[in-house]
């Protein structure tokens, strides 16, 4: 039996193992494997035709669509790297991306690419745009080449560059503790590792039906994609307005594997829900922060035959723990143990394991551990590190090093090896499934110019996982508007980005011995203040 080793091949082995298969299913319309593997060998052909060379970044600003899958396994396929970009983010960030990776080929909209125009020109790289076909022609965007989808598809076939699976495949772009986001770069290898281990544990086959619900630019919404073509089951691609748009595509399309983050979870719980979902939803899982007891008891209720799945990962590794569903009501708390083909380690600070129950950082070893932050040396450095000589599995006689991803989580492990989420290590909020950097809430908050000083944190929230707070003074000798600072933000911010709260307080703002405004010192005096 013929087994993929490279990103697209997942969808080619299906292709010719069950090719009248669905693949995909978007609103009413479908693609089979067959259909699918046609429209990811033209775009990869389309590709070279526009003179794609081996491991050029392609970055892709859509919506869930066949054409997003379609372009982010053509990519692969042409011997190119693709750049998942959320759909959340504006104008400005995109461009930032854009540069930060050297994208030179942009899949888009028509309508997103009027969003872009005035972005793209900063884009030095950047020499092709493709646009999904639409009535209006298409601008005129010197010195860019912009081809129609259509005309794309249409060149004649060729063979992509060759690759191996520890070539770069994507990079998936997530925020930093600290400045802008950083692109994680992961291999063939990384993404097919994960696949097939993802619907091993989870029991995949081809008679599934998983839910895209969460974005294709995370690594846990484009495991939906991965998981399915693996075993050659059918992925329905949904991007919902409303928490009741979920539970009708759930109960329409009788999905059997959903997968989403907490907040949307606690949404879903105070609805109603239709009686088939129960029967045909064989499992749900949690990835993106701590699932709230409350949440998962209703949801069990109603799911009475669903088996939970209580995960933990990080982009860095993909994932790396899962609970197994007869140990959640023994241990709800857990984050389970290490996923198949991973190896999950708690460490001291000097490297030694930690004994039962004692706090330490978890460390990921194994195949799905990526391949560094993008052009980032320094941060690189700080996630990915060789393990120490006799860390369990490996030798004093092994002359070269084993890179690991060390989380900058801190956790513990009981006797049994179960392990216990305790805290983060850094300043990053958990907010609505996304990773956010408190500097770059700040970097836009200071770019409007309504400020003097600010400090933005995460607050616990029992929906949001987090609430984004922030503190700020006004300019020397204004006032500062929050109403209409908070107006700039939802211009220059994603949604879930968007402070809950501004307070202004008169400044200076205090700092810590480093000079830097103390952060940890202000949340604490807020928390204690508005919650007590």
């Known amino acids: 039996?013929?087994?993929?080793?490279?990103?697209?091949?997942?969808?080619?082995?299906?292709?010719?193992?069950?090719?009248?298969?669905?693949?995909?299913?978007?609103?009413?319309?479908?693609?089979?494997?067959?259909?699918?593997?046609?429209?990811?060998?033209?775009?990869?052909?389309?590709?070279?035709?526009?003179?794609?060379?081996?491991?050029?970044?392609?970055?892709?600003?859509?919506?869930?669509?066949?054409?997003?899958?379609?372009?982010?396994?053509?990519?692969?396929?042409?011997?190119?790297?693709?750049?998942?970009?959320?759909?959340?983010?504006?104008?400005?960030?995109?461009?930032?991306?854009?540069?930060?990776?050297?994208?030179?080929?942009?899949?888009?909209?028509?309508?997103?690419?009027?969003?872009?125009?005035?972005?793209?020109?900063?884009?030095?790289?950047?020499?092709?745009?493709?646009?999904?076909?639409?009535?209006?022609?298409?601008?005129?965007?010197?010195?860019?080449?912009?081809?129609?989808?259509?005309?794309?598809?249409?060149?004649?076939?060729?063979?992509?560059?060759?690759?191996?699976?520890?070539?770069?495949?994507?990079?998936?772009?997530?925020?930093?503790?600290?400045?802008?986001?950083?692109?994680?770069?992961?291999?063939?290898?990384?993404?097919?590792?994960?696949?097939?281990?993802?619907?091993?544990?989870?029991?995949?086959?081809?008679?599934?039906?998983?839910?895209?619900?969460?974005?294709?630019?995370?690594?846990?919404?484009?495991?939906?994609?991965?998981?399915?073509?693996?075993?050659?089951?059918?992925?329905?691609?949904?991007?919902?307005?409303?928490p009741r748009d979920v539970l009708k595509a759930l109960a329409r399309e009788k999905v059997t594997g959903l997968t989403a983050v907490p907040p949307l979870y606690i949404q879903l719980t105070q609805l109603d829900w239709p009686e088939e979902i129960s029967g045909n939803l064989r499992y749900f899982a949690n990835t993106g922060g701590r699932m709230p007891r409350e949440t998962l008891d209703a949801l069990r209720k109603h799911l009475p035959h669903s088996k939970p799945y209580l995960m933990y990962g990080l982009t860095e590794a993909f994932r790396s723990t899962f609970l197994p569903p007869s140990e959640v009501d023994r241990r709800p708390d857990s984050i389970g143990k290490a996923i198949p083909n991973a190896e999950i380690l708690v460490l001291r600070d000097d490297g030694t394991p930690c004994a039962p129950n004692e706090p330490g950082e978890l460390v990921h070893r194994g195949a799905l551990v990526g391949m560094g932050y993008w052009n980032d040396p320094e941060k690189t450095a700080e996630r990915y590190k060789p393990l120490p000589t006799h860390t369990p599995g490996r030798e004093a006689a092994l002359v070269l090093p084993e890179i690991a991803v060390f989380s900058g989580d801190t956790v513990r492990m009981d006797e049994e090896g179960y392990l216990y989420f305790i805290g983060r290590r850094d300043e990053m909020i958990k907010t609505s499934g996304y990773r956010v950097s408190p500097t770059e809430v700040e970097e836009i908050l200071y770019s409007t110019r309504m400020v003097g000083e600010c400090v933005a944190f995460g607050v616990d929230h029992s929906a949001l996982g987090q609430s984004i707070q922030v503190i700020a003074t006004a300019p020397p000798g204004e006032v500062l508007d929050v109403a209409a600072l908070l107006c700039e933000c939802r211009l220059r911010m994603p949604a879930y980005m968007v402070p809950a709260g501004i307070e202004v307080q008169e400044g200076p703002l205090p700092r810590n011995p480093n000079g830097k405004i103390d952060r940890k010192m202000l949340s604490t005096a807020w928390v204690e203040k508005n919650i007590g």
């Open 1 to 242: 039996m013929i087994h993929a080793n490279l990103l697209h091949e997942l969808i080619a082995v299906s292709a010719d193992r069950v090719p009248e298969n669905l693949a995909l299913t978007q609103g009413q319309s479908h693609l089979t494997y067959r259909a699918l593997q046609e429209g990811v060998s033209a775009f990869s052909s389309g590709l070279l035709q526009l003179g794609l060379q081996r491991g050029e970044r392609v970055a892709i600003y859509l919506e869930k669509r066949f054409e997003t899958v379609i372009a982010s396994f053509g990519t692969p396929a042409a011997g190119g790297v693709f750049v998942p970009l959320n759909p959340l983010l504006k104008a400005e960030q995109v461009g930032y991306i854009l540069r930060d990776c050297n994208v030179r080929t942009l899949v888009t909209s028509p309508e997103r690419l009027a969003l872009l125009a005035d972005t793209l020109p900063a884009c030095h790289d950047l020499r092709h745009v493709v646009v999904l076909d639409g009535p209006s022609a298409l601008p005129n965007l010197p010195p860019l080449a912009l081809s129609r989808w259509s005309d794309l598809l249409a060149q004649p076939r060729r063979s992509g560059h060759r690759v191996i699976d520890t070539d770069v495949v994507g990079i998936l772009y997530t925020s930093g503790s600290t400045g802008k986001p950083k692109g994680v770069v992961l291999s063939h290898r990384n993404m097919v590792a994960g696949a097939k281990s993802v619907a091993s544990y989870l029991e995949n086959t081809a008679e599934d039906t998983l839910l895209a619900a969460l974005p294709l630019s995370f690594d846990a919404g484009f495991s939906q994609l991965t998981t399915a073509f693996h075993v050659g089951a059918r992925t329905v691609l949904l991007n919902y307005l409303l």
